[in-house]
């Protein structure tokens, strides 16, 4: 196969026909094969996959351990693709995307995983928002170094390499995108287009409160790991074993109170963006708009590396 598509499901996957259909639309000529991973799905999920298995290659294949670490790696392991593209179960592709990046790894075989723009749609399907990033590789392994700036269910990545780190890291389980990026860049070349070709579903039940803590969290503890374990050789899976006894641990507690307050903040700095031209708000605490304009100079800054 040219491209295999990994398409994680968890719970009843109310998106998915949307989803396999924008995948039987795509332009791309070549060998496309669908693999469908089901996480604690009910039947009434692969009979609806079924139903529509005529129209291209699927496969289905149900894990034997929960959460998203071990389908990606199912995935990866069933796949034959010389190509893995990412989609979730509730986004949706735009016809030309495959074509559009396979086309460009062909053109450009220094490069191992190739993202793109995004539309942000609602939970009807209707566009509401873009989300851009870095393109340059070098200035996108810079931003990594600060966050992660790559869509991941927009990304079509080179097989052979991604297998040959291990794949998706389940220390990291909340991150896990994140941290193969972070591996990857050592060596490889990262890049984005600055063209939207996913639609990005932005939804109700997408994620609560506590599961965006979780997320963040998960996200500077893998800073951290990479800086270590490049500067002083430490790795964090050897001296916490699992990802729980590092979030429980003296370090992870004190993560988690710094990103409680920079989310708290940040939460305040979007309420204070939404406000700023109602003359009842105009009063609002001056360090928050100081907070707002430090942001918005920490985000140019990173542009501009």
């Not at 990412?86 to 990046?101: A, F, G, K, P, W």
């Not at 599961?211 to 893998?222: D, F, H, P, Q």
Request: net charge positive.
């Amino acid at each position: 196969m040219d491209i295999s598509i990994l398409i994680p499901v968890y719970g009843d996957g109310p998106y998915l026909m949307e989803t396999l259909n924008s995948i039987s639309d795509q332009t791309f000529q070549g060998k496309i094969e669908t693999l469908v991973i089901l996480d604690r799905c009910p039947p009434s999920v692969k009979e609806r996959i079924t139903s529509v298995a005529w129209k291209f290659v699927l496969k289905t294949f149900e894990t034997s351990k929960p959460g998203l670490v071990p389908a990606l790696n199912l995935g990866l392991e069933k796949s034959t693709g010389k190509y893995i593209a990412r989609i979730d179960s509730d986004d949706v592709m735009l016809s030309n995307r495959l074509e559009i990046q396979f086309e460009h790894l062909e053109k450009h075989p220094n490069l191992t995983v190739l993202g793109t723009s995004v539309f942000e749609i609602d939970e009807s399907g209707k566009e509401i928002g873009l989300r851009s990033f870095p393109t340059e590789p070098r200035k996108l392994s810079r931003a990594l170094n600060f966050q992660c700036r790559i869509a991941h269910p927009s990304i079509l990545m080179r097989a052979e390499i991604v297998r040959m780190h291990d794949g998706y890291r389940s220390f990291y389980k909340d991150a896990e995108d994140y941290d193969l990026w972070l591996r990857l860049k050592k060596s490889y070349e990262i890049a984005n287009l600055d063209v939207p070709l996913t639609k990005y579903r932005i939804h109700s039940n997408q994620i609560s409160k506590l599961e965006r803590n979780s997320r963040v969290t998960a996200s500077y503890l893998v800073r951290l790991d990479h800086f270590l374990s490049h500067f002083f050789k430490v790795e964090m899976e050897n001296k916490y074993k699992s990802y729980e006894n590092l979030v429980n641990s003296k370090l992870g507690n004190f993560i988690s109170i710094y990103v409680n307050f920079r989310l708290k903040i940040s939460d305040e700095m979007y309420k204070l963006e939404n406000t700023l031209n109602d003359t009842e708000h105009e009063s609002k605490s001056l360090v928050y708009i100081i907070l707002y304009q430090i942001k918005k100079i920490k985000s140019f800054l990173i542009s501009r590396h």
